[in-house]
């Protein structure tokens, strides 16, 4: 047997399972570090290099992600985390697939996904996607029109099989939905969710402004909660990613332009409105300047990428999800994504070195919470988030 001895427990039974299942006997491991810190905060990570002793030539590239830390998994649940992934890779990920196949949707008009081999309540193995020149982009910097674009028509391909489903083969849908009716997550955002609005109202330096604001902030939990509800968007929710930001969206490049996308991370994947991850990719993914660009133009990018896609399907977008639907959905939902900027902008844009322990993020007693680290840029960002949403009038 291979020797595993650097990697976590779970992680060896994973990958002694892996060469088994493959018939692989004669091969070596190189194990390296799978993440750094500021990059993942629910699991360590480790790359895995499979490589034939015979020729030397590589035979697999793996990743590995587990939990080592009780504290972590004591705080979040790691275990119902960890089985939510596992839903997502096991089962519904594999029936969109199935779904897309049967309809025989053209390869180039697909919404794929990470190849995921071993995933349980301890343990996912995948395909080590940056062996194929798959990337973070740079958390520092804004999304361009590239980068942009290419997220919402991922994006709004995989919210489509969902809409699609659920007129073709209700029953398939209603079966899948259930895995995800629930959030896995949702006590312990409660207290994070408080102290980040009331964070981000203390940077913003214009009264009128905070005071809107802090307004929005009075009931933020209880609007959270109503966001993620499956019953708030039904019957036009979907099966939303639940994560949508820099560190969970790998791109591909050709000569300095992102050419393709993966969504990884699907460990707080739930049933609810589209518009959350729509909201969350824009706003916690861009700067005020590239949304001005663009202004109203992505809501539209995305919908009529949704419209497309349906008549794969044959089906009619204003069957599945009507424009006027979709027009209230961003008035309803849209104020996610600057709920989920308070919390992701000052991770994402913290100095090197300050991130934060994610028990020190969910810690439930004030007194010993830390602060979100803002830096000069996470200011920045934030006060462009809240003017947009002043200008749009939905705080």
């Not at 290099?49 to 649940?77: A, G, M, R």
């Not at 902030?217 to 959270?224: A, I, P, R, T």
């Not at 049933?271 to 005020?288: E, F, R």
């Not at 204003?318 to 008035?331: D, G, I, Q, S, T």
Request: hydrophobic share 40%; glycine share 2%; proline share 3%.
């Amino acid at each position: 047997m291979c020797d595993t001895s650097n990697l976590p427990e779970n992680c060896k039974v994973a990958i002694e399972e892996f060469l088994q299942k493959n018939g692989l006997k004669d091969v070596a491991l190189r194990i390296s570090p799978g993440s750094e810190k500021g990059d993942n905060y629910v699991g360590e990570m480790h790359k895995i290099e499979i490589t034939s002793k015979h020729n030397k030539s590589v035979l697999f590239n793996l990743i590995t992600k587990t939990t080592t830390d009780k504290s972590i998994s004591e705080t979040l649940n790691v275990e119902n985390i960890y089985n939510r992934e596992a839903d997502l890779y096991n089962i519904i990920l594999p029936a969109f697939k199935k779904f897309q196949d049967e309809h025989k949707i053209p390869i180039e008009e697909r919404f794929e996904f990470v190849k995921c081999y071993i995933a349980n309540s301890k343990v996912i193995l995948m395909e080590d996607m940056s062996a194929k020149g798959y990337q973070l982009h740079n958390r520092y910097n804004s999304y361009d029109s590239d980068h942009l674009e290419l997220a919402l028509l991922s994006l709004a391909r995989y919210h489509s099989l969902s809409f699609a489903m659920k007129k073709l083969n209700p029953a398939m849908y209603k079966t899948l939905a259930k895995l995800v009716e629930e959030s896995v997550i949702l006590d312990v955002m409660n207290p994070l969710i408080k102290r980040s609005l009331l964070q981000a109202t203390a940077i913003i330096d214009d009264a009128s402004k905070a005071k809107k604001l802090l307004s929005f902030s009075e009931n933020g939990v209880e609007k959270f909660h109503k966001y993620i509800a499956s019953e708030s968007a039904a019957p036009y929710d979907v099966i939303c990613h639940g994560d949508c930001w820099n560190n969970n969206i790998l791109f591909k490049y050709t000569n300095g332009t992102p050419v393709d996308m993966k969504f990884v991370d699907w460990q707080v994947a739930r049933s609810c409105s589209p518009i959350t991850d729509l909201s969350n990719l824009i706003y916690c993914t861009t700067d005020v300047l590239i949304r001005a660009k663009y202004n109203t133009q992505l809501f539209n990018i995305y919908y009529e990428v949704i419209r497309k896609q349906l008549t794969y399907f044959d089906c009619d977008v204003e069957e599945c999800y009507p424009r006027a639907v979709f027009e209230n959905h961003l008035k309803e939902f849209l104020p996610y994504g600057l709920l989920m900027s308070t919390i992701s902008l000052p991770i994402i844009l913290s100095n090197k070195g300050t991130e934060l322990d994610v028990v020190d993020m969910f810690e439930t007693d004030d007194s010993n919470a830390k602060k979100l680290p803002y830096t000069e840029l996470s200011i920045e960002r934030m006060k462009g988030v809240v003017d947009d949403f002043i200008n749009l009038e939905l705080i």
